[in-house]
């Protein structure tokens, strides 16, 4: 059943032809450029440029303090900023040995966890939008307008926001009625979540443009260093939050939440998700997608319980790093569970304020290189279903 | 009336005043298809707004912001036209306007009420399917002439599937021309007077299927999501019109929407009893030809009325499903005509002619 459903048959072989899509292209989420090399409707070779957005950002990490260098990396992934804030955070606080108080904590988690819901809402969105769907979209970007609302509360800022900083975060503690406000946009989230599973996970026509196509097999995706959902959609229960470093995986320790990926056959069995349709496979553009769906989800539940948490906790918030802080010699890496995979942050200081070395280790490039090998044979139209899956953001592919 | 506005003259200069008459009836059609294009334009934004929990045009001006269309005429207009230097000059320049003049022909055999086609053929239906068919030319001639990969892709899956999806189109148009026996418009929708249960649609369960698969076919057949595989923006950016700006795309938009009001049209005419009421109100207040003439004329006034609300009514369903139904892909679309359309519409023709040897009269 499935393998029928992979390519029509094409006895007849036609002039190949050289497409060139992208840098300007509606589906090509930003500016990649695709080099497609196409028999008919089918892409018989595929080749990602990329490179058009490259601002540097790693050697700009080396001429400014870690203190400065917070906003350059609210514009790598910038739709969680506040998760690249808290990667490169943790690295600088790994590196001088700063820990941050309890409510601290629980605020990195609620904002880093809301960063993920819009994040894999513009995801779910932009991949209707690429299979020619464009109203879901417009309901996940309802629904993510909340979540910017919130982050202007907390941090004046709605995508670039710069919040969590080495050591701490800023402006103190959470303002006036943002708790109750953050709990009403979860249960209001809660509320649509059936409604985006109607329209998009469950939806025929946009299953049987995702199922089956640009299949990643766990080994390739291993192989290929593919993380986040695009591993997961795999089948590897492999989630940071879990399985990363100690500095990590503390933030989460208390907290309950299911790893998003298919194991021996099943999903997390702790809510009803729609079912899986017979002809999805593993792997495929379709379970990518589904991942996400249920992670998003997943991410609410952490937010509720944070909510909890953070009431509960001792009203001290740890203040950021001074400008003029030293930064002590030596190194530290640290990855983290960013919405769009592992995102690592390697920094070396050498005593004085500013970093020696800063590099960034993307998780959209790695997801990224598996985009060849996995759209071999498939038809152009595949091309923004598997991109779609893969949800890159060129801001961090080319850093 | 027109044979009182031709025999205003001597018997030998007759044909001038014929050719007067033909030139009214064409502006006069002309001007309603243009103004229908202008009002779905803007009741295609508003459609798409509300569909997606916002409120569609409104800062433009006017009431519901109906100013919109105005607006975009203008726009466009304005714009720069260019013809890329790959393109071919003449069929670059050509290919829009095909498309437009085949979708506006159908209109002259389209009746708005009883009698009340620009011109009436007795092989109307015949000749409606004939002209829409052409409407291909344009779009392959915009893929092949503007010089764009992207446009030659567009104009390929635009052949591929026009093409195709002429079949099962025509298939369920002779379906209700074998169950009324003719192929005069006319004369179809004169059979379906009365109640609503003497319609098309209602005549036999076949009939009933049929216009649900003619609806997926003319949504296919007019190039309109989901199955719009010759414009697929996420794929061909804007596929066959890539490289098209300025007045000549905007000939492209009113070639599209006009040829859906066409093939709403026909549909109405065909399953949905055309000009005739869901009531036979008209009958009752003797708005009727047979009373006075005068009375006719307003009773058909009310039967063309009628008639565009059927087509708005279709045509607001090819838009709700184009803003609420992700696209096929290009194979998937072909399956759908080969495998599902064109089967049962042939069943539909065999199961229409049993029941009419079954129950005949």
């Known amino acids: ?399 | 009336m027109k044979t009182w506005f031709v025999e205003l003259v001597p018997p030998g200069w007759q044909w001038v005043m014929e050719t007067i008459w033909a030139v009214v009836i064409a502006v006069i059609v002309i001007a309603i298809a243009l103004l229908s294009v202008a009002i779905f334009n803007w009741l295609e934004r508003k459609i798409a707004g509300r569909t997606q929990d916002r409120l569609g045009p409104h800062r433009v001006g006017g009431r519901f912001g109906w100013l919109q269309s105005p607006a975009d005429g203008i726009k466009l207009l304005c714009k720069e036209d260019l013809v890329p230097t790959e393109a071919d000059p003449i069929l670059f320049r050509l290919a829009p306007y095909l498309g437009l003049t085949a979708a506006f022909t159908v209109f002259f055999v389209v009746p708005f009420a009883d009698g009340w086609a620009a011109q009436q053929v007795n092989s109307a239906a015949f000749m409606a399917l004939a002209i829409l068919g052409m409407d291909v030319f344009g779009t392959v001639l915009a893929g092949l002439s503007s010089g764009s990969k992207y446009s030659l892709l567009g104009g390929m899956r635009a052949a591929a599937q026009m093409v195709s999806y002429e079949v099962p189109l025509g298939m369920c148009v002779v379906i209700p021309v074998m169950c009324f026996g003719t192929m005069d418009l006319n004369v179809i929708g004169e059979a379906q007077s009365g109640w609503f249960w003497h319609w098309g649609i209602f005549a036999n369960p076949f009939m009933f299927v049929t216009f649900f698969v003619f609806l997926v076919c003319a949504t296919a057949g007019c190039n309109r999501a989901p199955f719009d595989m010759a414009e697929a923006e996420s794929e061909l950016v804007a596929g066959f019109m890539t490289e098209y700006s300025g007045f000549r795309w905007a000939a492209f938009f009113m070639g599209e929407y006009t040829s859906m009001v066409v093939i709403c049209g026909l549909g109405s005419i065909l399953f949905l009893g055309g000009w005739n009421g869901p009531i036979p109100w008209t009958e009752w207040v003797w708005l009727s030809e047979h009373v006075h003439p005068a009375l006719g004329w307003i009773g058909n006034c009310c039967g063309a009325i009628g008639f565009l609300a059927k087509i708005y009514i279709l045509i607001a369903i090819m838009m709700w499903a184009r803003w609420s139904l992700p696209r096929l892909r290009v194979d998937q679309v072909m399956t759908m005509c080969l495998k599902y359309c064109f089967p049962i519409t042939a069943a539909m023709f065999l199961g229409a002619m049993l029941w009419m040897a079954a129950f005949p009269g």
């Open chain 1, 1 to 399: 059943m499935a393998q029928e459903l992979k390519t029509i048959e094409l006895p007849i072989h036609t002039d190949e032809m050289m497409i060139n899509m992208g840098p300007q292209h509606p589906s090509t989420h930003g500016v990649l450029r695709l080099v497609l090399r196409t028999d008919g409707e089918v892409v018989v070779d595929m080749d990602p440029v990329m490179g058009y957005l490259h601002r540097c950002a790693e050697k700009i990490g080396e001429t400014v303090s870690p203190h400065q260098f917070v906003p350059y990396t609210d514009r790598l992934d910038y739709l969680s900023a506040m998760n690249m804030n808290l990667g490169f955070s943790l690295a600088v606080e790994k590196l001088c040995g700063v820990e941050v108080s309890e409510r601290t904590r629980h605020i990195r988690v609620m904002v880093c966890e809301l960063n993920r819901i819009a994040s894999h809402l513009i995801a779910a969105g932009c991949y209707g939008l690429d299979l020619g769907s464009f109203t879901p979209l417009m309901y996940c970007i309802r629904e993510r307008e909340k979540i910017l609302n919130l982050f202007e509360a907390v941090c004046g800022a709605r995508m670039t926001c710069s919040y969590i900083m080495p050591g701490g975060i800023r402006y103190g503690d959470l303002p006036d009625g943002w708790v109750e406000r953050c709990e009403q946009f979860v249960e209001e989230f809660l509320a649509v979540v059936p409604d985006l599973h109607h329209a998009l996970t469950s939806n025929e026509i946009l299953v049987r443009r995702g199922a089956n196509i640009g299949v990643l097999s766990p080994e390739m995706a291993v192989a290929y260093g593919c993380t986040g959902p695009v591993l997961r959609g795999s089948g590897v229960a492999w989630d940071l939050r879990r399985h990363g470093e100690p500095i990590y995986t503390k933030m989460y320790d208390d907290y309950r939440f299911e790893i998003a990926a298919s194991v021996g056959g099943s999903y997390p069995k702790d809510h009803v998700y729609p079912a899986i349709p017979p002809h999805a496979v593993l792997g495929d553009s379709w379970h990518r997608f589904y991942v996400r769906m249920i992670e998003a989800f997943q991410s609410a539940l952490i937010i509720q319980q944070g909510l909890q948490k953070y009431k509960k906790s001792e009203p001290v918030i740890s203040e950021p790093m001074k400008i003029i802080t030293k930064i002590p010699e030596g190194d530290a890496y640290v990855e983290t569970e960013a919405p769009k995979g592992q995102m690592g942050f390697y920094v070396v200081g050498d005593g004085t304020n500013i970093l020696k070395r800063s590099r960034i280790r993307s998780s959209s490039f790695c997801n990224l290189s598996v985009f060849r090998e996995i759209s071999k044979g498939c038809m152009i139209g595949d091309i923004p279903s598997i991109l779609g899956s893969i949800d890159i953001v060129l801001g961090e592919v080319d850093r």
